[in-house]
């Protein structure tokens, strides 16, 4: 049960705080102090006391598939929760994210609180969740499934006690966040569905709650495919071979040399082509990944790869005498690299958080949603959602609830404080 006069005792001394920071123009709210607070001492323990129903809900949405480009059905379930917990102006945007406003007193700040719909994995993948003691197995229980319950488990503790605030909090759940959607949800929201409307961007993803992700690790990532006449593999042969090209391409990629620091790092992680053994191939194709926080090593690793692919098109065509390789090189995937500044509120209040809730903050880098606002110059981190998340990206992910809670509680009085 509310206890409605207490919560009513904290709507008042919250809005008095807010007006008072807003007019003076000073930074986010202590969380420290913030936390001294008992009535937001009471917020954290409704998270924790709600925390069976927010694992229930989480069975329930990492069994909804939501593989690459077809989130539709776990977007609505979403727009369904966002309704039915009282944000306002909900609807789904042209790219498939789902979007909802919690006012506040005031229009701005307008901090934006995000997790992805989407996982990396096929249509027909067996999501049905499994239990192996109190750990939950199924593909994208962790990432980011995980994040979208702790979505409606700080938005049901904010409507069910209405908690005022200045600022207004709105929520998103993303869609093509992972591999070849190449952000496209996030890039949608910033460029046109709230175009200049959003002060910071808070993405919740990855288990945890000790690491603030303040680092865009950019990437690059292209879909090369290798072509020729084709033709039978022995009474052809001397024709050129595009799998022999892609081949010759792999093997010197495969010797470049990045830097450990910055940390840059390079991958083929598809390849297909050919018809069948007896065969010589019309084409031949791989997709490469190529990541970095720093665009300089990003560039060059890029360069590279481009030049082994131009390279081995030149080799194969000099060993054959017969037909000519060509290369088409794609673009698939664009994240840009950036950091938001420690200087910033929002990863002071980040830090400030967790050590209020007993942690040492760790700044970490990652590719996440918050890559394409730091491109913009607008603050954007992505923090943890509790529990222990193993596996990600493979058929054996899980999910841990342990102390589960406290990934909400850390989201819920970061927003608090930055828009009290």
């Given at each position: 049960?509310?206890?409605?006069?207490?919560?009513?005792?904290?709507?008042?001394?919250?809005?008095?705080?807010?007006?008072?920071?807003?007019?003076?123009?000073?930074?986010?709210?202590?969380?420290?102090?913030?936390?001294?607070?008992?009535?937001?001492?009471?917020?954290?323990?409704?998270?924790?006391?709600?925390?069976?129903?927010?694992?229930?809900?989480?069975?329930?949405?990492?069994?909804?598939?939501?593989?690459?480009?077809?989130?539709?059905?776990?977007?609505?379930?979403?727009?369904?929760?966002?309704?039915?917990?009282?944000?306002?102006?909900?609807?789904?945007?042209?790219?498939?994210?789902?979007?909802?406003?919690?006012?506040?007193?005031?229009?701005?700040?307008?901090?934006?609180?995000?997790?992805?719909?989407?996982?990396?994995?096929?249509?027909?993948?067996?999501?049905?969740?499994?239990?192996?003691?109190?750990?939950?197995?199924?593909?994208?229980?962790?990432?980011?499934?995980?994040?979208?319950?702790?979505?409606?488990?700080?938005?049901?503790?904010?409507?069910?006690?209405?908690?005022?605030?200045?600022?207004?909090?709105?929520?998103?759940?993303?869609?093509?966040?992972?591999?070849?959607?190449?952000?496209?949800?996030?890039?949608?929201?910033?460029?046109?569905?709230?175009?200049?409307?959003?002060?910071?961007?808070?993405?919740?993803?990855?288990g945890g709650t000790g690491t603030i992700t303040a680092f865009g690790v950019g990437s690059y990532r292209y879909r090369v495919t290798f072509k020729g006449p084709g033709g039978h593999s022995y009474g052809a042969f001397g024709l050129v071979n595009p799998i022999h090209a892609l081949g010759r391409a792999a093997a010197v990629i495969a010797d470049i040399q990045v830097p450990a620091s910055p940390k840059t790092t390079f991958n083929i992680g598809r390849i297909g082509g050919g018809t069948s053994v007896n065969s010589?191939?019309?084409?031949?194709?791989?997709?490469?990944?190529?990541?970095?926080?720093?665009?300089?090593?990003?560039?060059?690793?890029?360069?590279?790869?481009?030049?082994?692919?131009?390279?081995?098109?030149?080799?194969?065509?000099?060993?054959?005498?017969?037909?000519?390789?060509?290369?088409?090189?794609?673009?698939?995937?664009?994240?840009?690299?950036?950091?938001?500044?420690?200087?910033?509120?929002?990863?002071?209040?980040?830090?400030?958080?967790?050590?209020?809730?007993?942690?040492?903050?760790?700044?970490?880098?990652?590719?996440?949603?918050?890559?394409?606002?730091?491109?913009?110059?607008?603050?954007?981190?992505?923090?943890?959602?509790?529990?222990?998340?193993?596996?990600?990206?493979?058929?054996?992910?899980?999910?841990?609830?342990?102390?589960?809670?406290?990934?909400?509680?850390?989201?819920?009085?970061?927003?608090?404080?930055?828009?009290?």
């Amino acid at each position: 049960m509310t206890n409605h006069s207490f919560f009513g005792g904290l709507r008042s001394r919250l809005m008095a705080l807010a007006f008072t920071v807003v007019a003076a123009g000073l930074p986010a709210a202590d969380p420290a102090v913030l936390l001294k607070d008992p009535a937001v001492q009471s917020l954290l323990e409704v998270v924790r006391r709600n925390e069976p129903d927010t694992m229930a809900l989480l069975v329930r949405l990492t069994e909804i598939p939501a593989p690459p480009f077809k989130e539709e059905a776990r977007a609505a379930v979403l727009r369904q929760l966002f309704e039915q917990h009282g944000l306002k102006n909900v609807f789904i945007d042209r790219a498939g994210n789902v979007v909802g406003t919690r006012p506040g007193a005031q229009p701005r700040p307008n901090v934006v609180v995000s997790a992805h719909l989407d996982t990396v994995f096929p249509e027909g993948t067996d999501v049905t969740v499994k239990h192996d003691g109190s750990r939950l197995k199924a593909p994208g229980i962790g990432d980011d499934t995980r994040g979208l319950a702790e979505l409606i488990s700080v938005l049901r503790v904010l409507q069910e006690t209405k908690t005022p605030t200045t600022g207004t909090i709105t929520f998103v759940a993303t869609v093509g966040e992972e591999g070849l959607g190449d952000l496209r949800g996030v890039k949608e929201l910033f460029d046109h569905t709230l175009k200049d409307q959003v002060d910071m961007f808070i993405s919740i993803d990855g288990g945890g709650t000790g690491t603030i992700t303040a680092f865009g690790v950019g990437s690059y990532r292209y879909r090369v495919t290798f072509k020729g006449p084709g033709g039978h593999s022995y009474g052809a042969f001397g024709l050129v071979n595009p799998i022999h090209a892609l081949g010759r391409a792999a093997a010197v990629i495969a010797d470049i040399q990045v830097p450990a620091s910055p940390k840059t790092t390079f991958n083929i992680g598809r390849i297909g082509g050919g018809t069948s053994v007896n065969s010589i191939p019309f084409e031949a194709w791989m997709e490469i990944d190529m990541r970095s926080p720093d665009p300089v090593p990003l560039g060059a690793v890029r360069e590279q790869i481009l030049a082994a692919v131009d390279t081995a098109v030149k080799a194969e065509n000099a060993r054959w005498p017969k037909g000519a390789i060509t290369a088409d090189v794609q673009l698939v995937g664009d994240r840009p690299p950036g950091q938001t500044s420690a200087d910033t509120a929002l990863v002071q209040g980040a830090q400030g958080v967790i050590r209020a809730l007993g942690g040492v903050p760790v700044i970490r880098a990652s590719s996440t949603d918050a890559n394409y606002p730091m491109k913009l110059g607008i603050p954007a981190i992505t923090v943890g959602t509790g529990g222990i998340s193993r596996d990600a990206h493979s058929l054996d992910e899980s999910y841990e609830p342990v102390d589960s809670w406290k990934g909400p509680q850390h989201t819920l009085l970061l927003l608090l404080s930055l828009t009290r």
